[in-house]
């Protein structure tokens, strides 16, 4: 199993930026699809972003679309969110995960069984 470890969560002021890292452990980063999910207080965890093994290709969600870039680093291990234009509904614990089943859509929580600790982002107005 993976260890998923998250950093560069933080406080900023609406219309600020922060970039998030996930550093994976073990071998195999690159043979799997990577996430982005959230989860603010009281609400469920939602998916923000994915990117494919090779990052030829990623999506954002509708919610992110436009202010969140996802990338990876597969010689790093590492997968990354930059998020720009933040907003006080960004405010969330993020979290990144590494899919490790395709029964779904790659935004289905339920195929990521590995998950990193989380990340706290704070956005004020």
């Known amino acids: 199993q993976v260890q998923l470890v998250e950093s560069g969560g933080g406080s900023v002021q609406s219309g600020g930026s922060l970039g998030l890292s996930c550093a994976a452990s073990?071998?195999?980063?690159?043979?799997?699809?990577m996430s982005w999910f959230r989860q603010a207080p009281g609400k469920e965890r939602e998916w923000v972003a994915w990117?494919?093994?090779?990052?030829?290709?990623?999506y954002s969600a509708n919610v992110s679309k436009g202010r969140f870039t996802i990338s990876r680093n597969n010689a790093k291990n590492t997968v990354y969110l930059q998020m720009n234009n933040l907003r006080p509904e960004d405010t969330a614990v993020y979290y990144c995960?590494?899919?490790?089943?395709?029964?779904?859509?790659?935004?289905?929580?339920?195929?990521?069984?590995?998950w990193g600790q989380g990340t706290q982002v704070t956005v004020s107005s």
């Open positions: 073990g071998d195999a980063f690159s043979t799997y699809d």
């Open positions: 990117i494919s093994q090779n990052s030829g290709t990623a």
């Open positions: 995960a590494r899919r490790t089943s395709n029964t779904g859509a790659y935004y289905t929580i339920a195929d990521y069984a590995d």
